[in-house]
Structure formats: structure tokens, C-alpha cells
């Protein structure tokens, strides 16, 4: 009343939680040491985090980085630490996980404008198209904290800013019904930040055929892509047009980045003349090369970069990790969780009970449960039936249902692996008849016997010796068609690729094996 002279005597009634936000806005916060900050955050926004991460211990900040779906550090206590929560769609799923009465500093919202019902008390800051150095100031404003003597004030970030999208960036549509695989993105990441840009050390994700290597890697150029200036996806499948794909990317690179290459006589010279502009890393400071399906190492291997930048290789192909040491990722079955998670996303009808029975009958397989679920979720056809077909056709009754993402029948998922088995080592491909026969877990002992050295000569007269099996053994490992378990001394065979090798084998084939193994 005193500041308008009498003529504004009340306000209208404002709902307290408005009330509280209002104040937090013109709350003048004054610096304080800081001793940690706990940023937490939905594994897809694990690049924001890292951004954060980055700016705050550029000031000379301590951080945790706390991702939901895995045990955190103890709670901050009062005090000199701060919790920040990163928001986005992912993120409000996991709130729930939140103790009312755990103490939020600050919520950063990826997008939107409006502050969730519960958070409604943080303080908070809305990065959507908000340029890199605002989005800095602002953090390090509401959290309160100073940089340290001696820190970096320029507030930079060693992770790309996430809100910033790669200048060139080819690669397929995301997955959107891509499910788990939280502890293999997480590693993959892991290891690439830890290998640096010095050397290129590709990553191979490694496993059998439908495990979901192509999958696990197109999520993460999705989920991680805009820590780079250009990511780039090359089809290896036919390593003839390897060449020609990085002629493409150096149109691209002249177009976007205005980088011109030599003329060269062939595509092999100027895919050569692309990897060197990479590694050079001038005009492209951070990019990402994955080599899909990199079955033939002799072919794919001289237009892999040298240093410069990351890049990941899904391939089958265990050899990989003969020329790069320690750095391959095995890539298994789903969980039995997974597995339930992904048929219950395609077919939300089936109940828990009804999505562990498929599961357990496709051995969690990725690409079976996948076209299990589509199937389920486009006939409405009664589990109980289903499971029975299954039991009853085993990869057939896979057949009748397709992906966008994998048009291909299930068995094409080993035909390339199969077929290059047979041309190698009739031996070898006999021995993995014989081992279709069998139960899926398989003791070495028994490979190693006299008896199926016996069996085996035949075939290759070097086999009459027990121990030179190994050799056949490994060729089946090396192509991802086992699963080799020095540890325990078994070789495990999936159920699916058991069915499918007998498939390809005639009735007389499937008698003559069971009668070898006996």
C-alpha cells in the first residue's frame, strides 16, 4: 500500500507452490565452497551429465556422476554438498526412486520450461536451445559455487556440448523399441573415453549372430552422438563398397567443413586421402566411424583410421581381438528381465508369466524375442498356442513375423557364419552338426575324445590326434557360433542355432550325427 500510495491495498490469492518458485527466482545466493556435487541422471542422459560433470571440475569441483540405475554414492549430507538431478522424459521415470524428503539443490531440465509438480521448490535452469556458455553460467550460478584458485573460468567442458547436434551424422533410424543393455552401452562408453583420440583402438562388440550387436551400437551413436562433430556409419557387408562409402564422407566433409581433397585416381585413394583429413583431426576435432557386419578383417582393416577419433566395430568375428587386445566387448543373451521387458513392450497383453515361458523357450535371444513379440502383438495369437508352435517348429515359427529392423528370417542370422564354416573346414562343420545334436551345454572333454577324433578324420586325416581338435574348436569360436567356457570346461551352443543347423540338415544327416554321437 506504502509503495502505491493506497491504491493497491492486497494481491490476489497465489498458490504456494508459484509463491515458492517466485522467491527461489530473486533469492540472492551468496558463493559458498562447495565440497561435492552428486549429479544424477536417466542412463540416456548420461552426455548431458558428463557435460555438467566437466564444467564443474573445470572450476575445481569434486563430482559424482550417479546414473538411476545403478547404487549410488552415500546421500549428500548437509552441508557442503549439492545434489543436482538432470530432467528429461527418461529421467521423470525414475523420480519415483527419489525420497520425499532427500534434499534437491537443482534441477536441469533438458527440455521444456515448466518445472515438474515435485521439484517444484528446486531451483532450476532450462538448457533447451540455450547456447553452451549461458547454459555454464547458469549452472555455476545456481549451484552457488566458485571456481578454485588456479581453475579454468572459461567454463569448458572436455564432453562436446550436448545441445549442439554432430555437423554430419549418417547413420540408421534409432530403435525405439530397443530394451536394456544399460551395463553394455555404459562399458562401451567407458572404454572409448578411456582410449582417448591419441591412437584409435576400435571397440568390437562381439557375439553370436541376433545377440544385438548392431543394435547396441545404433543405440549409442543415438544416445552419445552429440559429443561428436560428425558421425559416420559404414556397411561392411560387402567390403567392396567400403571404399565408396568414405568417398561419400568426403563429399561431405568438402560440403559441410570445406575440406578439399586431392584428386585421386580411384575410390581407394580417396577413401585413403578421407582417413588421413580424420586423423589429422583439423577440421573435424571429434568424429565416430562404425564398421557394421566387419566380417573380413583382411578387407576392412586398411580403411580403419589410425588415430584422430572412436570408432566401434560389431562384427562376429572374434579375431578382432587377436589385433586389438583387451578391447573387446562380449555381447550375450538378454537377461531373463530384458527379455520380459522387450516381449511386454511389443505385446503389452501377455501377462509376466506368459512372457518368462516365451523367453526361456527362444534361449533370450534378442532377435528371436524380438520377432516373438511382434508376432504376439500383430495375430493377438494365444501364448499357450504360440509356445507349442515354438516347442513343436523351433526357428520356423519364428519366420512367419518380420522387423523394419531386421526384414531377414531368423535363419539368415547365421547363414553367413554357416556357409563360411563349410567352405573352411568340412571337419569343423561336421563337428557342429554333431554338436547340434547334443545338449546345448557341452563338455570339452567330450570334444576332445578319441571317439570324435575317430569321427572327424575322416574329414581332415590332421584330426587323428584328440588334442588337434582345439583347432576346429576355436574355428567355431572365432565365428561367434559357440560359446567357449575354459572356465568350467563346456562349450554352450544356443537352442536356435542348434535348430537351424539341423534345418539345414537332411533326415538322413540328423540320424547319421545322432548315431556318430552315441
Not at 438 to 461: G, W
Not at 474 to 500: C, F, K, N, S
Request: net charge negative; aromatic share 6%; charged share 25%.
Amino acid at each position: 500500500a506504502r509503495i502505491t500510495d493506497g491504491k493497491v491495498t492486497h494481491l490476489p490469492p497465489m498458490d504456494e507452490q508459484q509463491r515458492d518458485r517466485t522467491g527461489a527466482l530473486f533469492t540472492r545466493r551468496p558463493p559458498r565452497e562447495v565440497d561435492k556435487i552428486f549429479v544424477e541422471f536417466a542412463a540416456e542422459d548420461q552426455l548431458w551429465a558428463e557435460w555438467i560433470a566437466g564444467i564443474l571440475r573445470g572450476i575445481g569441483t569434486r563430482v559424482s556422476e550417479c546414473p538411476f540405475d545403478k547404487p549410488t554414492e552415500p546421500e549428500p549430507q548437509e552441508g557442503t554438498a549439492r545434489r543436482l538431478t538432470v530432467i528429461s522424459a527418461a529421467a521423470e521415470r525414475h523420480l519415483k526412486r527419489i525420497h520425499p524428503s532427500a534434499r534437491q539443490d537443482l534441477a536441469v531440465y533438458l527440455a521444456g520450461n515448466h518445472p515438474l509438480p515435485e521439484l517444484s521448490r528446486v531451483a532450476s535452469i532450462f538448457v533447451s536451445g540455450m547456447p553452451e556458455q549461458k547454459a555454464a553460467e547458469q549452472l555455476i550460478g545456481q549451484l552457488g559455487v566458485t571456481a578454485r584458485p588456479g581453475a579454468d573460468r572459461g567454463y569448458a567442458s572436455v564432453t562436446r556440448y550436448p545441445g549442439n547436434a554432430p555437423e554430419i551424422d549418417r547413420a540408421p533410424a534409432r530403435n525405439s523399441r530397443f530394451t536394456g543393455r544399460e551395463n553394455d552401452l555404459r562399458q562401451l562408453r567407458d572404454q572409448l573415453r578411456h582410449h582417448g583420440e591419441a591412437v584409435v583402438i576400435p571397440v568390437t562388440l562381439q557375439g553370436l549372430g541376433g545377440v544385438g550387436k548392431t543394435q547396441i551400437a545404433l543405440e549409442y551413436v543415438h544416445r552419445f552422438k552429440n559429443d561428436y562433430d560428425l558421425v559416420w556409419w559404414l556397411e561392411c557387408g560387402q567390403p567392396q563398397f567400403i571404399d565408396s562409402s568414405l568417398t561419400d564422407l568426403g563429399e561431405q566433409l568438402q560440403d559441410v567443413f570445406g575440406v578439399s581433397s586431392p584428386v585421386a585416381a580411384n575410390a581407394e585413394e580417396s577413401a585413403r586421402a578421407v582417413l588421413r583429413t580424420l586423423e589429422e583431426r583439423r577440421a573435424v576435432k571429434r568424429w565416430l566411424l562404425v564398421y557394421d557386419n566387419a566380417e573380413e578383417i583382411e578387407s576392412v582393416r586398411p580403411f580403419l583410421p589410425l588415430s584422430g577419433g572412436h570408432v566401434i566395430i560389431p562384427s562376429r568375428n572374434r579375431a578382432w581381438s587377436e589385433i586389438y587386445q583387451d578391447h573387446l566387448l562380449p555381447v550375450e543373451v538378454f537377461t531373463r528381465q530384458e527379455s520380459m521387458a522387450h516381449l511386454r513392450q511389443r505385446a503389452p497383453s501377455i501377462t509376466e508369466q506368459e512372457a518368462s515361458q516365451v523367453a526361456d523357450v527362444l534361449g533370450d535371444l534378442p532377435l528371436a524375442v524380438a520377432l516373438a513379440g511382434a508376432w504376439l502383438a500383430e495375430t493377438g495369437y494365444v501364448v499357450s498356442d504360440y509356445l507349442g508352435e515354438l516347442q513343436r517348429q523351433g526357428p520356423r515359427a519364428l519366420s512367419y513375423s518380420s522387423l523394419a529392423e531386421y526384414p531377414e528370417p531368423l535363419s539368415r542370422a547365421w547363414d553367413l557364419s554357416l556357409n563360411r564354416l563349410e567352405e573352411r573346414s568340412p571337419a569343423a562343420a561336421r563337428l557342429f552338426q554333431l554338436c547340434s545334436v547334443m545338449n546345448p551345454r557341452i563338455a570339452l572333454e567330450l570334444l576332445y575324445s578319441p571317439a570324435m577324433a575317430r569321427v572327424l578324420k575322416p574329414l581332415d586325416p590332421t584330426l587323428s590326434e584328440p588334442l588337434v581338435i582345439g583347432k576346429v574348436v576355436r574355428e567355431l569360436d572365432r565365428l561367434a557360433l559357440i560359446r567357449l567356457d575354459t572356465t568350467v570346461g563346456r562349450v554352450h551352443v544356443h537352442r536356435l542355432v542348434q535348430a537351424v543347423v539341423r534345418d539345414r540338415m537332411s533326415a538322413a544327416e540328423i540320424d547319421s550325427a545322432r548315431c556318430d554321437v552315441q
